[in-house]
């Protein structure tokens, strides 16, 4: 039995979490789920939209599937999301890239693995606005140190990227790869340009890579280049690990080469710790309309069986989400060539189809 702390969200969170929670009690595994709120609905009970009391269950449980949570406007949060992690140190950010058939992208036999550091670089939200009186002292104190112009009218954000936090990425990365049958870790960086900060990245993946000699090729490239090998030629790629803004925008472009955010899983883990949510939002315009595809949520909670050491039961649902998605019949509507086909089903339908497909799929396809 397995105790997993279990946060629907808001928006299209609560569907798109329960489409994944039946799925994966269909598999047989079984779970004791320890329900909690966070989001809009935890606003109104709670006067937060994340309460304690959700934190402590993941801190207790070690393991967590939450739906998207809307970041409201007026809480004192930048996201709520990013609190979470922050609260929880997930330092790590897993972002699995995979193309399947049936899903209309640009590419195919795309596989590859995102890792994003999670806690530091410009996404740190240090920042300070345009014109305020402490801005103005800092950027008096930077041109005398730096000896480089600033405006005086600059708004400034800070990138630190420390010694520690990089290597604790990149051996995550590397470990990660390692358990997951992978070849090749490549760190992304600026450090031609940015050579202090993205630099001690690099020589940090250099470092540490030169332990994995003969069970990994590690190699590093800059994040521009790689943008451009990632649409030219994706399947060059195995392992990808990032400082965070990278990783936030490298996600998203290969979110694009797999189809989009209806089949984009992730996870946030930290030491023994892990959160999985679809990298996709809340996207509120749909909420409560039982349309929007459920495929995301549902491959987090792959990763989700893999990390609990259920392999079978990972392979067993992932092979009927790809059955299911390469009959291409019973998905929902971003899935059918046409918008408003109206054979599209619900969220709803389209798990079921999944759980039904188990039965007979044994085996990833
Ligand atoms: P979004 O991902 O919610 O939606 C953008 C668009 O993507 C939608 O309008 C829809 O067309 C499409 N889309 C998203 N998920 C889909 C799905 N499962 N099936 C089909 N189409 C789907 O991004 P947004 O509109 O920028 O953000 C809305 C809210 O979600 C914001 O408050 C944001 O802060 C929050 N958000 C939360 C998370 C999270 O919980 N991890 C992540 C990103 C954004």
């Given at each position: 039995m397995h105790k997993v702390t279990?946060?629907?969200?808001?928006?299209?969170?609560?569907?798109?979490?329960?489409?994944?929670?039946?799925?994966?009690?269909?598999?047989?595994?079984?779970?004791?789920?320890?329900?909690?709120?966070?989001?809009?609905?935890?606003?109104?009970?709670?006067?937060?939209?994340?309460?304690?009391?959700?934190?402590?269950?993941?801190?207790?449980?070690?393991?967590?599937?939450?739906?998207?949570?809307?970041?409201?406007?007026?809480?004192?949060?930048?996201?709520?999301?990013?609190a979470l992690r922050k609260q929880l140190n997930l330092f790590a950010c897993v972002r699995p890239c995979r193309t399947y058939a049936g899903v209309r992208s640009p590419f195919q036999n795309v596989d590859l693995i995102i890792v994003r550091e999670n806690t530091e670089d410009l996404y740190a939200g240090i920042e300070f606005a345009t014109g305020e009186p402490y801005t103005q002292q800092l950027i008096k104190e930077l041109k005398e140190h730096s000896k480089q112009p600033i405006a005086a009218d600059a708004a400034i954000s800070i990138k630190p990227i420390s010694k520690s936090a990089s290597e604790r990425i990149i051996r995550f990365a590397c470990e990660y790869a390692l358990s997951h049958g992978r070849k090749k870790v490549t760190a992304i960086h600026k450090a031609n340009i940015m050579k202090f900060t993205d630099g001690?990245?690099?020589?940090?993946?250099?470092?540490?890579?030169?332990?994995?000699?003969?069970?990994?090729?590690?190699?590093?490239?800059?994040?521009?280049?790689?943008?451009?090998?990632?649409?030219?030629?994706?399947?060059?790629?195995?392992v990808l690990v990032l400082p965070n803004l990278y990783g936030d925008i490298l996600s998203d472009l290969c979110a694009g080469l797999i189809g989009g955010l209806g089949v984009a899983p992730g996870a946030n883990?930290?030491?023994?710790?892990?959160?999985?949510?679809?990298?996709?939002?809340?996207?509120?315009?749909?909420?409560?309309?039982?349309k929007v595809n459920p495929i995301a949520m549902i491959l987090s909670g792959v990763m989700m069986l893999d990390y609990l050491g259920e392999h079978d039961a990972a392979q067993r649902l992932d092979g009927a989400v790809a059955a299911v998605l390469r009959e291409g019949r019973q998905v929902t509507y971003d899935l059918k060539p046409e918008r408003n086909d109206p054979s599209a089903v619900g969220t709803k339908e389209m798990a079921e189809a999944i759980i039904e497909k188990m039965k007979t799929v044994k085996v990833r396809v």
């Open positions: 279990f946060i629907p969200g808001d928006g299209i969170g609560p569907e798109v979490a329960w489409a994944a929670r039946r799925c994966l009690d269909a598999t047989g595994v079984s779970f004791h789920w320890d329900e909690r709120m966070a989001g809009e609905g935890a606003i109104k009970e709670f006067k937060t939209p994340l309460p304690e009391e959700t934190l402590q269950s993941v801190r207790d449980n070690r393991i967590a599937i939450k739906g998207p949570i809307t970041t409201p406007i007026g809480t004192g949060f930048r996201s709520v999301n990013v001690l990245f690099m020589e940090t993946a250099r470092r540490v890579g030169r332990e994995y000699d003969g069970r990994l090729a590690m190699e590093d490239r800059l994040v521009d280049a790689t943008c451009m090998q990632l649409v030219l030629k994706p399947q060059d790629f195995d883990i930290g030491d023994g710790i892990a959160v999985f949510e679809a990298v996709h939002g809340s996207a509120p315009k749909y909420a409560g309309l039982n």
